[in-house]
């Protein structure tokens, strides 16, 4: 069995919507509060530590050839400036990440400046990197429960139609599971 990184889409209902259901101040990282709920023994990352983690996810030999690639590529993609990623945002910023022994998740903002509109078009990202089989099982059961929990849609249909332009060329630029879709339908 298969397991391999992916990425969740939310919008800024579902944000607030966490921030208010997990107690989340304004100067609290979000995931650290969300995974302290439930117990998880997570540790926080800072951009460099979550770069050499992943950098070291990359080199394992008990990864797949394809799953070694994919790190590669998130890897190059997130944290080197000159990246295609940073070509289509105005702005990538990451935000936090954390080690739950099993996987790894890394929370990203980007923005968009959209077409007519003062406001820039927001999208948060969640980077999920399981080690293992079953680190895969273990994030999407917490994944589950964030969106119970939350009871909001993690990206609504205006949302999703707005991003589309966006994911259309991030998912070219780095294609990992739930790149190019909403896989929270699946979750």
Known sequence: ?????????????????????????ML?????????????????????QASQILDAISKQNSIVITNTQIMKNLLEALFLPTSLIYTYFKKLSFAEAQDLNDFLIMEFMGSQA??????????YMWFVIPKSQEGYQHSIELMKKIKNDVSVPPVNQEEWEDLQPLI????KALPVAGSGENIWEKI
């Open 1 to 25: 069995m298969s397991f391999e990184p992916y990425v969740l889409y939310y919008g800024s209902n579902f944000f607030n919507k966490l921030r208010k259901v997990y107690g989340v101040g």
């Open 28 to 48: 609290d990282k979000p995931l650290t509060k969300v995974f302290k709920k439930y117990g998880e023994s997570a540790t926080f990352l800072t951009r460099d």
């Open 114 to 123: 959209k077409p007519f509109k003062l406001t820039p078009l927001i999208i």
């Open 168 to 171: 259309e060329k991030f998912s």
